[in-house]
């Protein structure tokens, strides 16, 4: 749920939530993209973060992708994120 509230957020009034699913091997791979902003290169590597947001003060948590994360983990998961910026962001 909130990678889907993250990824709405990230498209505002305007533009697209895509989630997809698909098996590869034994595995399930679900896929939420958006067409937002994207994230810079340079905090990729660290919105899983615990308290890591790139919000306006009051907007954040910055615990969300850090639960997800946690999560996804405990069960056997993986996530990972591929992003541009201006044109949008994945998280498989």
């Known amino acids: 749920m909130n990678l889907l509230a993250n990824a709405g957020q990230a498209v505002g009034n305007a ?3 895509r989630v997809s699913t ?7 791979v679900v ?3 958006d ?5 810079p290169e340079h905090l990729i590597k660290r919105i899983f973060d615990p308290f890591f947001t790139t919000k306006p003060v009051g907007e954040g ?3 969300g992708l850090s639960i997800s994360y946690g999560i996804i ?3 056997g ?7 541009v910026t201006g044109a949008g962001t994945t998280l498989l």
Not at 22 to 28: L, M, N, P
């Open 61 to 63: 948590t910055g615990l």
């Open 73 to 75: 983990e405990r069960h």
């Open 35 to 39: 067409t937002g902003e994207g994230i």
């Open 22 to 28: 698909k098996t590869e091997d034994e595995w399930v």
């Open 15 to 17: 533009g697209d939530v």
């Open 77 to 83: 998961g993986t996530i990972s994120v591929e992003s």
């Open 31 to 33: 896929s939420i993209s």
